[in-house]
């Protein structure tokens, strides 16, 4: 009977190892260490088992307890970093409506600002702006004429310079 009890025990502690690993409700590391606490449990209750003289029945009860306990731990670090996710996504959230937040007041600012302008302030700055447009372009035509009289310049020596040439070559004769 002893011998059908330990053989018995072996299926099923694995049966139960394998319903920590499937269910849904766990996390990766809960049936990871129910796997690990289950083979680490059985190899110490088939040492314990030999040293008692029942091998397969101590490894039997050392792996379902390994896997109890590793579950157990699995499954306490799965919480852990499911509250750690959790909290990140507060503070996510959290940041994303104070960043609304602070744009909302940004532009409530702007507004507000626009309600202090006078029609005499818009009218001035207008003002300012097309002065400042005008002497852009008194510039760039002051610009434009001066390379253009810079070009006559260059071209008049130019032409110095060949008829002066020409000039010389007809004294040598």
């Known amino acids: 009977m002893k011998k059908l009890s330990s053989i ?3 299926p099923l502690s694995l049966l139960m190892v394998l ?8 996390g990766p590391n809960t049936g990871e260490k ?7 449990g059985g190899i110490a209750g088939a040492v314990i088992g030999n040293q008692s003289g029942d091998a397969g029945e101590g490894a039997a009860v050392g792996a379902a307890t390994g896997a109890i306990l590793g579950g157990m731990v699995g499954n306490s670090q799965d919480k ?3 509250e750690e996710r959790a909290q990140q996504a507060r503070i996510r959230a959290e940041r994303r409506a104070q960043d609304a937040e602070i744009r909302k007041a940004e532009a409530e600012r702007d507004i ?22 005008n002497e852009l372009r008194r510039k760039q035509k002051e610009r434009a004429e001066a390379i253009e009289r810079q070009r006559r310049i260059e071209e008049a020596e130019a032409r110095a310079r060949e008829a002066q040439a020409e000039a010389d070559a007809l004294k040598t004769y």
């Open 112 to 133: 507000a600002r626009g309600l202090n302008v006078t029609d005499q302030e818009a009218f001035e700055a207008e003002q300012r702006a097309i002065a400042a447009e």
């Open 8 to 10: 018995l025990s072996l």
């Open 80 to 82: 852990r970093e499911a």
């Open 34 to 40: 129910a796997a690990v606490g289950a083979v680490l």
């Open 19 to 26: 319903s920590f690993t499937g269910c849904e409700n766990t």
